[in-house]
């Protein structure tokens, strides 16, 4: 019996213009009433976790930053951090600014972007909770350094030259994976989806193996691999659908609310949207 759902935003709970639906409301609130925690788990950061949780009507211990930050939404404590080790913080922060690639820098709880990426982000990335926690610096590891922030994650978003990430998976202690075709992401080796989940699992004493993840991306591996139920958006890759038990339509679909009642038990017989 599936107890707690784990929901990634971008490409699953969120639709494609960046809401979530009705039905997805409805199907949450259909598990919360049978007694499933419901959870945000996203790569984004922990304030946009908080604020989509709420907003879904998801509980509020949320996993944000690819894993590498859990919080509780309600009190806004840190409840686990994964830190990049210093030297390889420094040098992965000296290879991405060599390049040709628009960063966000996530330091500790802070989120971290050049002047002039924000003003772009502000025209495509519509979303108050990220652009009301942006600190705004054209030094990203002299803030870390001024303010005592580690890294915990880097973004960074692909331009028309592919840079040579692996240069940045050759460090030490770190983990290089993708949420789309065209970004990376770093974060500290072992802070990842799976192990955040892990936290918050523990924290309402229910096992992995009653635990379902719903996601799309390959930075969504290490959570389906933990779980008892791994369910995969139909638009994910194959290499991500090659882990599913279970496999449901596109966030344009409704593909969120299906694969949140299809954990419910009894397993309803048509899963109405």
Partial sequence: MIKLISLDLDGTLLDPKGQITAASKAAIAKAKAAGLRVVINTGRPVQEAVYFAREAGC????????GGLVVDGGTGQVLRQWDVPEPSARRALELCLSWDVDLIIYAGSEILVTAAYKKEMEEWYPFPAFHEAVTVTEDFWGCMEAHGLP????????GPVRPPVEQLA?????????????????TARGGDKG??????????????DQCAAVGDSENDLSVLRVVGMPIVMGSAPENVKAAAARIVPSNGEEGAARAILSCLEPLPESLPL
Avoid: Q, W
């Fill in 195 to 208: 192990a955040a989940l892990a936290v918050i699992a523990e924290r309402y004493g229910i096992p992995l």
């Fill in 59 to 66: 509980d509020l211990l949320v996993s944000g930053a690819g």
């Fill in 170 to 186: 050759a460090l030490p202690h770190v983990t290089i994976t993708t949420s789309t075709d065209h970004d990376f992401e770093l």
């Fill in 151 to 158: 890294l915990v994650k880097i973004h960074g978003e692909i």
